[in-house]
């Protein structure tokens, strides 16, 4: 089992940055895929960024190119997604996920294996 416990939302003015913590524990994540998907309301789910956690190989949306980046830190098992340039179409709920299996792209959400409950980012104009 892995628990995900996500940190950092909140609400910020258009143009600004935040920075999202995913705390993980229960496993250790050197063979994993961690991942930030959001969802807005009315809205699917969708894919923001990943990270592999042995590599540190980052894929990332092109909605968040150059405004959003995915890190980790290997000692405190945690990952970030530090968003900068903050703009309203930003506002979901952000949440942290953990791929466990070689098989499945990193952009798909049924990929993912554990998740956590979720960050509100609210971004104003």
């Known amino acids: 089992q892995v628990q995900l416990v996500e940190s950092g939302g909140g609400l910020v003015q258009a143009g600004g940055s935040l920075r999202l913590t995913c705390a993980a524990s229960?496993?250790?994540?050197?063979?994993?895929?961690m991942g930030w998907f959001r969802q807005a309301p009315g809205q699917q789910r969708e894919f923001v960024a990943a990270?592999?956690?042995?590599?540190?190989?980052?894929y990332d949306a092109d909605s968040v190119k150059g405004r959003f980046t995915i890190s980790r830190d290997n000692a405190k098992n945690t990952v970030y997604l530090q968003m900068n340039s903050l703009k309203p179409e930003d506002t979901a709920v952000y949440y942290c996920?953990?791929?466990?299996?070689?098989?499945?792209?990193?952009?798909?959400?049924?990929?993912?294996?554990?998740w956590g409950q979720g960050t509100q980012v609210t971004v104003s104009s």
């Open positions: 996920a953990a791929k466990t299996r070689f098989s499945g792209s990193v952009y798909v959400l049924g990929s993912y294996d554990y």
């Open positions: 990270i592999v956690w042995s590599g540190g190989n980052t």
């Open positions: 229960g496993r250790t994540l050197s063979r994993y895929v």
